[in-house]
């Protein structure tokens, strides 16, 4: 089993370039979230979904946007990038509380 | 929110020592997970708590369920210099939670002197 994966793992965009982040996971799991990481923020709730059809908003959704088409993807789209939106991604899966995370996209925003 | 405070917030230890980190909340939690994140990588689920009063091990990690459901303890023992990395401490809210989220602590950074 791969786990959780991530797609890309470094992108470098300019201010108002849009971009899709993706997420797969192998593992059947329901639960799916998009978090970000920041120096001292610690880590952060985008959007999350908890199941094939359905996202839902988290601590920090304001310009972003999610799918979950599949029950193993969920992707994660910026729809015109901003500098604040510099920071590492990730993305996790869940059957039940505990979560297991991809190893991360490290985005820049210029 | 509920919020989990961690501390310390980064110790700097000698290989072959041991350590010990918490995680406390105003706030009962029902659940505690611990989590480590190697530079450049993802968190990874070290141990999980279901139970208070619960004691688990993980090789050389043990982590503690507070009594009082407001806390939980990691101690790694004989820590050696691949133990770097930044601890985090998380649980699931107590409030409605449809979706299994969980809140994280700021972590603790934990550096080995070899």
Partial sequence: NAGVTQTPKFRVLKTGQSMTLLCAQDMNHEYMYWYRQDPGMGLRLIHYSVGEGTTAKGEVPDGYNVSRLKKQNFLLGLESAAPSQTSVYFCASSYNYEQYFGPGTRLTVT | ?114
């Fill in chain 2, 1 to 114: 929110g509920q919020q989990l405070n961690q501390s310390p917030q980064s110790m700097f230890i000698q290989e072959g020592e041991d350590v010990s980190m918490n995680c406390t909340s105003s706030s009962i939690f029902n659940t505690w997970l611990w989590y480590k994140q190697d530079p450049g990588e993802g968190p990874v689920l070290l141990i999980a708590l279901y139970k208070a009063g619960e004691l688990t091990s993980n090789g050389r990690l043990t982590a503690q369920f507070g009594i009082t459901r407001k806390d939980s303890f990691l101690n790694i023992s004989a820590s050696i210099p691949s133990d770097v990395g930044i601890y985090f401490c998380a649980g699931p809210p107590t409030a409605k939670n449809a979706g299994n989220m969980l809140t994280f602590g700021g972590g603790t950074r934990l550096m080995v002197k070899p």
